[in-house]
Structure formats: structure tokens, C-alpha cells
């Protein structure tokens, strides 16, 4: 259970540094659900379930489901766009 | 040497994080943008629509040109040789004022303390008292229930209202006035916004919702109603209900979801859910405070419908929740529920 708990933690301290460092805004909100997720573990292990439960349905969920959506109307994953439309930054 | 080495870890890394992703998006957006053709408007809108178009597009050019030489104006002040000795020294001092407060923290963790001691301040006679009266005086067999929606209802009930107060302000925000249907520049502008966007009929993931979105929404029914039994509550229940709902949204499109949510139902529901949450905490606030007798006793803990009004406060929690986590998704998406 030490081992577990430990191998969690450095997994949210990578996640954390490679939300941080990653340019591409689609890979940090995949990193930071995972994060969420691998959170949601260490709340269990804390003995915590209540938490457990709304970190992974709020962390791991409904914020990354709303980050992308905002990234999607932001065009920040639209690659396509980005090509016939290079002056489109005003809106 | 070994420099070099991590060096180049670094900028692998770096590179997997940025390229590799990009790839995957690249070709993901093509074989979306191969899908998209204009299919619903007819050709008379599309010529209206693109005539508007080239009118806005003259518009950005010239605020464009305008900002650039805006732009190119402060920018030559910025490239002298004083100026890159101050921008230098700026990187510098913000890097140790980073260093500075990080050593700070570390320092100050030393001073906590231990974690799950049981003589730590946290361990005082208020925690002892909801451990061991907790059951006997709420009900319910779940302390932190019995904790956030009988010894402190009123907080949760200021949570609850947090999260109706940011749905009305996303609504200020970001509703969008009904629009006229025929207007071609309208249609054209709301496609490219991706407001009006309908998922397609795939296959997989509409298969995958008419499994999974009944279980979801059963399993956070489950949440809810066990809230006093089993670890979960109104909260966490709520947010996977609203999950669920956001999964059948996408499977099925809007006019789907028309059906049975609509901007009529989230008023009503969380106008009704919050009105029920505080007219009867306020009942058991004012028979608690003056030694009254209260119709609503504690029941025999570990029964569904036991723990007086927990169950149903924690219904009403749920409900909000479920209703605001759908309303945000679908202002975002579309400006509208």
C-alpha cells in the first residue's frame, strides 16, 4: 500500500510538471484528467471515499469536459482552421 | 556529460509532448473536415452569406494592418541594448524571487503537524463529539452526511447556492438571444462557431451511451439516495448524473435532450430544490434552536428512508448539481439549453 501511495504521488508530480511544460492545450487537459483520476485513488488510499467520488466525477469528468469544450470553441484544437484563416485571432 | 544527456531527454520529451499530439490532431481533423460539406443551406443563402462575408473580412483586414504597426512601433523601443541588460536582469530576479518563496514553503512544511498523529490540533472535542453522538443525533450512519447537511446545512446550503449563483452567471454571460433562422450570415457565423454542431450518427459512441448513460444515471441516483448509508452525497451523485447527461447530449444531439431538459426545467428544478432546502432546514433550524418539538426524528439508522431530512436535502443537493454541471456544458457549447 506504501508502494502504491508512493508511485501515485510521483505520477501526479510528472503529470503536474508535464501540464505545466506541454504547449499543446489538448495533451495538458488529458494530463490533467489523468492527474485527477490518479488523485481520486490516493483519496481512497487516505481513506476518504467521499472525496474519492467527487474528484473523480468533478476532477476527472465535468472540468475536462469543460476545458475541451472551451478549447474547442477557442479553436485551440482546430489545426485546420488555423491554415485558410491565419487572421482570425480577434474572435 | 551527463548534461548533455538529460539535455536531450529534455527536449525529447518536450518534443513527444508537442509533436506527437499534433500529428494525431492533424490527421483527426481531416478525416472531420472530409465529413463537413454544406448540406442544409441552399446555394441562394450560401452567395448572401459569403458576399457579408468578404465585408467583415475587409473590416479585420485593415484593424489587422492597424495593429500591426502598432505593434511594430512599440516593438523597436524594446530592442535596444539597455533594454535586453533590463529584460535580463527581470529574468533573473523573478527567478529567485521563484526560488525564494519555494524554499519558504518547503520550510515552513517542517512545522505541520505529523500527519495522522492523534494528539494534532484537528483532533479536538468537536471532532470527538460528531464521532460519537454523530449517529445517534442525525441518523445517519455515514458521518460525513450527517456532518455537511444536519450540523452544518447552512454551509451547504451556501454551496449550493454558489453553484446556482455561477450558472446565472455563465447564463448573463454567455446566453444568446434567439436567433432568426432564416438569416444566412447568422447560419453560416453559428456552423463556424460550432454552436449549432450535431454530432454525427456514430455508431460506437451511441451504442456505448444507450449502455452506459442508464447505469450512469441509475448509479448516480444510487449516490444520492444512499448518501446517509455509504460514502457519496448530493454533490458527488449530482455531478455524475449531470456526466450522464452530458454523454447522452453527445451521442444524440440537442433535439434529443430538448425533450425533457429545457431552460424551463433547470429554473424550475433549481428554484424548487433550493426553496425546499431552505424552507425545511430553516424548520428544523428554528424547532432546534428553541427546544421545540420537531415532526422529523431520526428514524432507525441504516434504513433508505431514515436520518430525518437528509435523504431528501441530499436530493435536492443533487438535483441543483446535476442541473447546473448540464447548463454549463450546454452554455458553453451552444449559448443556449
Redesign the interface.
Known sequence: MQLLSIILLIFIIICAI?VA????L??AVVVFMSQSLAMSIIWILLES??L???EA??GA??DS??LL??L??IHA????KKEDNN????D | MAKKISNNWWSRF?DW??IG??KL??SM??SF?DETSPSSSSVELQKDALRHEKDIDDI??N??EHEQSVYDSLHTGFTSKGAKHARRFYMLAAMAFCIGIIALLLNTVEYLPEFGNPDNPVNNEVSERYIEKGMEETGAV?I?AGMILDYRAFDTLGESNVLFVAACAVLILLRISVEKEGDAAVQLEMEA??RMYEPKDDIILQTTATILVPLTLLFGMY?IMNGHIS???G??GG??M??AL?LYLNAFGFEKTERFFTFKTFKAVSVCALSFYAVSKAYSFFTGANHLHSIISPGTPGKLFSAGLIPYLNLAVGLVVCCT?YA??TL??KGDM
Open positions: 508535464t511544460f506541454s504547449k499543446n489538448l495533451t471515499p467521499d474519492a467520488i467527487t466525477a468533478v469528468g465535468i469536459l469543460l469544450v472551451t474547442k470553441k484544437i482546430d489545426h485546420t487572421n482570425g485571432e480577434e | 518536450t509532448l508537442d499530439s499534433g490532431d492533424d481533423m481531416s473536415d479585420r483586414n484593424i489587422l455515514n460525513v462557431d460550432d449516490i460514502p457519496g452525497g454533490f458527488s455531478a455524475v449531470g456526466a452530458i454541471m454549463f456544458y458553453f457549447r
